[in-house]
């Protein structure tokens, strides 16, 4: 086993992490080397700081290194791992990693869509110009373009305007909510419902 920082019975390391994590783990790197342990409550995690191992890692042994535990928020996002992010690396991954890279990501399909992002970044740029005085706040300009341009992928041009709007008004705060359920350190299930 490497060597990590000791932690406390049943939590682990967890009580001693910090909100500047990267900094927390590379002062560690510096003090235990580039391959360091340490146990988030009962779960032993392996944390690796070097670049070219990293590097080895994920080029030479990739289907060693590719399963990882799937937390509870991962699950349930994710319909129990029905999707590339959070499904094990077996033959189900692979298939829905060849419909995505093929249906979705191929040279032609993105070709075919061109002009429906391009006229999506359009429209918002003409928006912005037209509140030259006004704030923006940048984060939801970019979701708005992303969405904007996924929909439009989607179902083409037949959804525009209000409609528009009032899907990307519901869907923003459901993603933000998913993004933070995903990322919390602990989350609770109770009876079917679940708080983070």
Same mark, same amino acid.
């Given at each position: ?28 790197? +510096? !003090? ?13 995690? %392996?944390?690796?700081?070097?670049? *070219? /191992? ?67 970044? +359009? !429209? ?13 706040? %940048?984060?939801?300009?970019?979701? *708005? /373009? ?51």
């Amino acid at each position: 086993m490497p060597p990590g920082p000791r932690g406390l019975p049943i939590v682990g390391y967890l009580p001693f992490l910090r909100p500047d994590m990267h900094i927390q783990f590379t002062e560690l790197a +510096r !003090k235990y080397g580039p391959i360091y342990k340490l146990w988030l409550g009962t779960k032993l995690c %392996i944390v690796i700081s070097s670049p *070219s /191992i990293i590097k080895e890692m994920v080029r030479d042994h990739d289907t060693v290194f590719a399963n990882r535990d799937s937390t509870v928020a991962g699950r349930i996002c994710s319909y129990n791992g029905n999707d590339i992010g959070f499904c094990p690396c077996d033959s189900g991954w692979r298939t829905r990693r060849k419909l995505f890279v093929h249906d979705m990501l191929s040279n032609s399909s993105l070709d075919a869509t061109f002009n429906l992002r391009k006229d999506e970044v +359009r !429209k918002a740029i003409r928006n912005i110009h037209t509140k030259i005085d006004a704030r923006v706040k %940048i984060c939801e300009l970019v979701f *708005s /373009i992303s969405l904007s341009a996924i929909m439009s992928m989607v179902w083409g041009n037949t959804v525009e305007g209000e409609k528009k709007d009032r899907i990307g008004a519901s869907f923003s705060p459901l993603v933000a909510r998913s993004f933070r359920f995903v990322g919390s350190k602990r989350v609770r299930l109770f009876s079917g419902s679940c708080q983070v």
